[in-house]
């Protein structure tokens, strides 16, 4: 029986901070421009949402591939493989509003930027699990636009906090989807090594820009607003599951 958590050979190279400036992000470098008008801002924003939601973007980095080819599929593991990637998709749907909600209320410059160096690297996230989900033969949510603005909306209301809270309000979100990931890898059908890599990637991901967002200065977050963020995931990777 092949080891669930085995090795995996990840063309995706680590190290992502260093790299992400090279790749081509969704979420418009236009934001980086101070001198844009709240209308341009906007408009900007609108464009982000309408690629991220309409259109299956270009990884920078290739998909990960697994170390052994897996196993063939049945239908009761393509369906649940699919369920849980789908989720997996909806949840790159959400970094992508979290980050451009951010990177819009920014006070610092150079926050900002990072917030679209985030956004660039889950960029391939979304550009992968995406691909999976073709092959697998599944769909994405359709739900997708109420999964994207409820999460725009909250990164609203994170950047308005202010930007150490804002900071603390990702690695809180990049914590719990880590964990998430982990739960997924267990879950995953054993033979479906494909999508075990790609979990495995964004997993090392989720946990590099959290150690980043604490670097820059982020603050923990309180009791009670961790325990909304987990109730909220929970009805969203739940609903998405299934549709």
């Known amino acids: 029986m092949p080891d669930k958590k085995g090795p995996y050979v990840v063309s995706a190279q680590r190290g992502v901070h260093r790299t992400a400036r090279r790749r081509r992000a969704i979420l418009p470098t236009l934001l980086n421009n101070i001198r844009l008008s709240p209308g341009d801002r906007l408009l900007a924003v ?4 309408l690629r991220a939601l309409t259109t299956t973007p270009q990884a920078a ?3 990960p591939i697994p170390s052994r080819p897996g196993d063939a599929l049945d239908d009761v593991e393509r369906r649940e493989a699919g369920a849980l990637m789908r989720v997996n998709h909806v949840g790159e749907v959400c970094a992508q509003a979290l980050y451009s909600a951010q990177a819009l209320a920014a006070s ?3 926050l900002r930027r ?3 160096q985030a956004a660039a690297e889950e960029t391939d996230h979304l550009a992968w699990t995406a691909e999976r989900l073709a092959e ?3 769909r994405p949510s359709l739900l997708n636009p109420l999964w994207y603005a409820g999460a725009f909306a909250i990164g609203l209301v994170a950047a308005r906090a202010g930007d150490a809270r804002s900071l603390g309000f990702l690695v809180e ?4 989807v880590e964990r998430h990931l982990e739960g997924h890898l267990d879950r995953l059908p054993l033979g479906d090594e494909a999508s075990r890599a790609i979990v495995a990637q964004m997993k090392d991901d989720e946990a590099g820009h959290a150690m980043a967002a604490e670097h820059a200065g ?3 977050l309180p009791a009670p607003v961790r325990w909304a963020m987990r109730a909220a995931a929970k009805v969203m990777t739940t609903t998405a599951h299934y549709v």
């Open 136 to 138: 697998l033969g599944a």
């Open 173 to 176: 979100t990049e914590r719990q």
């Open 61 to 63: 980095r290739p998909k």
């Open 108 to 110: 610092d410059p150079g």
């Open 218 to 220: 982020a603050v923990p």
């Open 46 to 49: 609108v464009d982000h949402a």
């Open 114 to 116: 990072q917030f679209q």
